[in-house]
């Protein structure tokens, strides 16, 4: 069964970057695209991009000029970079896996990393 | 962007119920759409991919229909468990897309 562990700094100040971390289990990084999505709190899912094993990315444009991701086949992890946070970036931050090809749907999920934006 | 709108924003409804929440996208995304289900502080879970194909360990009185543009999800029967917010995603266009979700409360 694939399981998702992220990690990260949850508190951060406004124009810091923020870092998260997904290592995969019981699977491999290879052969899938793998996703970050965020929430805030209380509200909807927003997609930020996703990357491949090979590196390929797809971006939501609203983030492009701020979002970095980035995969580690021999860790069999993936990450996101985020620079120049504000508080509208205080949200609930998931990893989740996708299919071989890009942007279809999300069937495993990490378990979520809270990161808040606050001076 | 195409923009995801769901109805009705809440719902309340007893057990035993049958429960629909609709979809609709601004434009026609063809079979592209799935649904999820979020129970609080908990991350989403797919229930359907490509509106009607129930992912492996669901329920079967969850059901969806649609294509184009408008789309639902069906609950035949309301269990207790069901209790969550529901959310439909079109995957057509980039970005992949979520409607602002449908609460489902118990009455």
């Known amino acids: 069964q694939v399981q998702l562990q992220q990690w990260g700094a949850g508190l951060l100040k406004p124009s810091e970057t923020l870092s998260l971390t997904c290592a995969v289990y019981g699977g491999s990084v290879s052969g899938y695209y793998w996703s970050w999505i965020r929430q805030p709190p209380g509200k909807g899912l927003e997609w930020i991009g996703e990357?491949?094993?090979?590196?390929?990315?797809n971006y939501n444009p609203s983030l492009k000029s701020r979002v970095t991701l980035s995969v580690d086949t021999s860790k069999n992890q993936f990450s996101l970079n985020l620079t120049s946070v504000t508080a509208a970036d205080t949200a609930m931050y998931y990893c989740a896996r996708g299919l071989p090809q890009p942007y279809s749907w999300f069937n495993y999920w990490g378990q979520g990393t809270l990161v808040t934006v606050s001076s | 962007d195409i923009q995801m709108t769901q109805s009705p924003s809440s719902l309340s409804a007893s057990v035993g119920d049958r429960v629909t929440i609709t979809c609709q996208a601004s434009q026609d995304i063809s079979i592209y759409l799935n649904w999820y289900q979020q129970k609080p502080g908990k991350a989403p879970k797919l229930l359907i991919y490509d509106v009607s194909n129930l992912e492996t360990g669901v329920p079967s009185r969850f059901s969806g229909s649609g294509s184009g543009t408008d789309f639902t999800l069906t609950i035949s029967s309301l269990q207790p468990e069901d209790i969550a917010t529901y959310y439909c995603q079109q995957y057509d266009n980039l970005p992949p897309t979520f409607g602002q979700g449908t609460k489902l409360e118990i009455k």
């Open positions: 990357i491949n094993h090979g590196g390929s990315t």
